[in-house]
């Protein structure tokens, strides 16, 4: 791609003023999450015996919680933690999803055919049974978590993947691939894959939002993110047994979470609508 | 019709034994157990528990006596909940379920089309571009985002509606709306793009032709043709909608499937998350039969294959 369709993608997608703002609210809230909960004066998971279910104060901007932790520290590091694990089930996906749709769309045939019938019964089931079985088998377990929400969300990465495959697979530069006698897989691997990445990575911005619903949903039901750590779906799990004495407990790590997704949502639709644009004239 | 009714029946109840089978060597797959505390058991304590249940027997001996007592209509004991079996809490949670669910589908089927049809009539005018806001923000709002929301605002601050519990009509409110924003919003979305669809269509210019008026145009010969992808889309809208009424369930303490579910697989109950599966996915596929059977019949052009 040359210098200068780089620079005017970056300037179409950031024209209308509401993707300025909500590309630097993004900006804000992802530092937030980084520095967040050093800046805050206390640590995430210490006790204040002095400052039990203590209201949004001077110290404690947030509150704190029923054991006396800072609610302010534990949002942020909340929102790191889902963050992460969002991103780390979106990298699982692709690492099933872009070589299952590659080779689906490549070689093509009963190939083809049966690995699209194995996505397609997988759709038929409910993802959450899915998701929430492998939790109770596995164990509640961060790392798995992530492995499992990756393992059922990559199902829309590989249609993505195929299509895209499809298309390329028809492509003078395969062609002259295949007569300079390269292997199938290498073909794959170095000419489909490569060309395919760029909108795939579109779509998993796509994903994400969707990811962290899914993590804070595991997590919020109790069978994600374990105590001391915490994420927004435990602390909205927390929150939620004191609405009335201490409202705060709740408000505040749900509003994080709907400021997240909310801009996540609407860059993400952006993004999608430039690409689904681009794509029509070129056809 | 008939053998695509038998075809499809053979279809579901593999289905099921393939998703039962699966999930009961899963589960037995699993380290520890329902009778695993913090405080270890006797073995001989633990042993006799163990027999009680019939675990101590062979793996494809239990198997067979589940599928055997399961075509009775027995879904096992509950391992943790010792007064009740899974079928009995099962089918006290499951029409409150259905009840939220199904209002929750509804409502956003009705206020979807209708959303859609107004955005479509409209096209790229200000009440479009309004309303396409409003569904932009719908799809980020999960029930696990707009339920706290909705039960600070209308519960904690103006204290109108209750918060939790299931004691009258009123409790419902906030379940169900928490729970079909989303869908909704993306229903809306579909039936946008299909209305204007329509609207493209040779018999939509017939009739603009004839001089029908707009909102006769649009509810009269748009609607019916703009609803079959939208009544297709009822299924998959289903199948994820399960997750959102889990969250609903545990977080207003309403004693459905979800509660269930979650609580089962809390405690490591083994047959009481099992049950819970087959509900769903059994609620998920007859469903998805019905909504075939009448698209089958609203759209000729669909062929059974």
Known sequence: MSESIKTSAWQAFFAPLQIKISCSLLVVVLLAVLIGPHLAAWEYDVIHWDAIGGAPSKEHWFGTDNVGRDIFARTMMGGRVSLLIAILATTVSFCIGVPWGAVSGYVGGSTDQFMMRVVDGMYAIPYVLIVIVLVVILGRNIYLLFIAIGAVSWLDVSRIVRGQALVLKAAPFIASARAMGLSEFRIVTRHVVPNVLGTSIVFATLMIPGVIISESFISFLGLGVQEPMTSLGVLIADGSKNIHSSPWQLGFPTGFLTILLLLMTTLGERLRRLVVGAERSLL | MLRYVIRRTLFMVSTIWVVVTLTFFLLRAAPGGPFDTE??????????????????????????????????????????????????????????????????????????????????????????????????????????????????????????????????????????????????????????????????????????????NTWRLLWHHVLPSAFVPVLSFVGPAAATLLAGSMVVEVFFAIPGIGHYFVQGALDRDYTLVLGAVLVYTSSILVLNFIIDLALLRLDPRIRLT
């Open chain 2, 39 to 212: 405080r270890a058991v006797s073995a001989a304590v633990e042993a006799n528990l163990r027999a009680a249940y019939n675990l101590d027997a062979p793996l494809l001996e239990q198997y067979g006596s589940y599928l055997a007592d399961l075509l009775r209509g027995d879904l096992g004991p509950s391992y943790k909940q010792k007064d009740f079996n899974v079928a009995e809490l099962l089918l006290h949670g499951l029409p409150i379920s259905l009840l939220i669910g199904g209002l929750a589908l509804a409502i956003a089927v009705v206020l979807g089309l209708a959303f859609g049809a107004t955005m479509a009539r409209y096209r790229n005018r200000i009440i479009d571009s309004a309303l396409e806001s409003f569904v932009t923000c719908g799809l980020a709002l999960p029930p696990l985002v707009a339920a706290p929301l909705l039960v600070l605002l209308f519960a904690v601050v103006l204290q109108w509606l209750p918060a939790g519990g299931l004691d009258s009509g009123w409790h419902f409110i906030l379940p169900v709306i928490s729970l079909c924003i989303p869908y909704i919003a993306a229903f809306a979305r579909l039936s946008r793009s299909s209305c204007l669809e329509a609207l493209n269509q040779p018999f939509t210019t017939a009739a603009q032709a004839k001089g029908v």
